[in-house]
């Protein structure tokens, strides 16, 4: 017997182990000597600024509390309320501006998300999407996928805010990451505990992003292994898609399933007839359809061939023609705010997905089944979508040492 119990010691001590090595790797940190639970109950903020905020592991089924070692350093790396002595204000006067711009700027909040998106997806959340091209610096911003990105204003802004409160300390990637979160929040989608103690990158990765960031025109198996390739697996793939329920698309990224798709002179038979043509009416043919740039079922952004027209780039985005429609995500917030995200999927379940790589998570069976649970279960949405926010706002992120923290978000910090 006494074996028997040094071997379940023995078997515990591992698995708290190896839970720890996997959690930390997957960026789910520890709080106060506690794995983190997710409250399902409840959406709301709760302790916001309290540390303490109770997290569930997206790895156990079971709800699990484990007492780990106190004497961890964790000077280094994230930790919930990083700024609590540094800048104790940081995080309400993040939330406060992002709510004070939205009451005048609603679509603050979809810029926001897509700019997390693009700053996390590309080489960690270290706000390398926010610099500006400088000597010896192309800027991620000018690469093809992120130029309609928006919100970097708002952003230098509130940077400057804090700057004032207390310089040098708060990173632009945190900034991001809680301007972000706030945005999900006010735009209807569930609050989601975030560590902070991220810190900014001092170069900009422009090839990288054209490369990585997948285009409209991606095929399922494409947009799969660009997200598993970044830990993300299906049902956490198909939950992030769910942020396509607010904001807008221009037309140029979907017209070729109007009038031309795979260069069929058709429309994309994937595309709800009724659906179609209240599209046609809201972009007509302009011609662009016709392009190269935009033939689907191929990869990433880089893949597509470049234009022949040199108003277009090879992400389909139109660079000098300013007579690009632009369709509205949430169809005037269709169903209001409660149903953040399940409009999104009831439409993918009618053929009305806008892009093709939209309506491409109705391809697979492993997808399908989560775009139907999701339409039909918005609990169930809110919360993989508060943890699949989470997995991303913490992915691959520089901490201590490994970064800076710049004065302004789109500069880096001059060389001694
Ligand atoms: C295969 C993956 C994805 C592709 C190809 C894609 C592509 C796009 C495109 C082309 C637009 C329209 C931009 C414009 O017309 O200005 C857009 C908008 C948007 N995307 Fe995505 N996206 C993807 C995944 C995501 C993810 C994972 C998120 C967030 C978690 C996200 C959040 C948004 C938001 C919020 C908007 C609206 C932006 C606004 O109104 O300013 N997207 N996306
Ligand atoms: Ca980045």
């Given at each position: ?81 990083y700024y609590q002595e540094s800048c104790p204000s940081a995080e309400?006067i993040i ?64 940077k400057s805010e804090l700057e004032n409160v207390c310089p040098g300390v708060v990173s632009c990637a945190d900034l ?20 902070t103690g991220r810190k900014d ?203 800076q923290v710049r004065r ?9």
């Amino acid at each position: 017997m006494r074996f028997l119990g040094d071997y379940k010691i023995v078997l515990l001590t591992c698995s708290v182990i190896a839970l720890s090595i996997y959690l930390a790797i997957y960026g789910v940190g520890f709080d106060n000597g506690i794995f983190p639970i997710l409250r399902f109950t409840n959406d709301s903020p709760g302790n916001r600024t309290g540390g303490k905020v109770p997290v569930k592991s997206i790895f156990d089924e079971d709800f699990m509390y484990m007492s780990i070692a106190e004497d961890i350093d964790r000077s280094d790396s994230l930790h919930y309320d990083y700024y609590q002595e540094s800048c104790p204000s940081a995080e309400s006067i993040i939330s406060k501006s992002i709510r004070d711009i939205y009451t005048v700027k609603p679509s603050i909040a979809p810029s926001l998300i897509r700019l997390l998106f693009h700053d996390c997806f590309i080489e960690g959340c270290d706000a390398s999407v926010l610099l500006d091209a400088d000597e010896g610096l192309t800027s991620e911003k000018e690469a093809a996928p992120n130029l309609s990105l928006k919100g970097f204003d708002v952003l230098d802004d509130i940077k400057s805010e804090l700057e004032n409160v207390c310089p040098g300390v708060v990173s632009c990637a945190d900034l991001l990451v809680l301007a972000a979160r706030e945005a999900v929040l006010l735009a209807g989608g569930p609050f989601y505990p975030l560590e902070t103690g991220r810190k900014d990158s001092a170069v900009p990765f422009k090839l990288i992003a054209e490369l990585e960031l997948p285009s409209p025109q991606a095929s399922l198996s494409v947009i799969l292994a660009s997200f598993a390739s970044r830990g993300f697996n299906e049902r956490e793939t198909v939950s992030l898609f769910g942020a396509h329920s607010i904001g807008i698309t221009h037309c140029t990224f979907f017209e070729n399933r109007l009038y031309n798709f795979s260069g069929t002179g058709k429309a994309d038979p994937e595309l709800n007839p009724g659906f179609l043509q209240e599209l046609k009416t809201k972009c007509p043919f302009s011609g662009s359809a016709l392009s190269p740039s935009v033939a689907p079922g191929t990869g990433l952004a880089s893949s597509l061939p470049a234009s022949s027209d040199n108003s277009k780039n090879s992400y389909g985005v139109s660079t000098g023609n300013s007579n690009d429609g632009v369709i509205d995500l949430s169809y005037n917030n269709e169903g209001g705010d409660e149903n953040f995200g399940t409009r999104y999927y009831k439409r993918l379940m009618e053929k009305k997905g806008l892009m093709f790589s939209d309506q491409q998570l109705m391809g697979r069976e492993e997808t399908e089944m989560w775009v139907r649970a999701y339409a039909s279960d918005s609990q169930l949405f809110r919360r993989d979508f508060a943890m699949s926010m989470m997995k991303l706002s913490s992915y691959h992120v520089l901490t201590g040492p490994l970064g800076q923290v710049r004065r302004t978000c789109s500069k880096v910090l001059p060389r001694n």
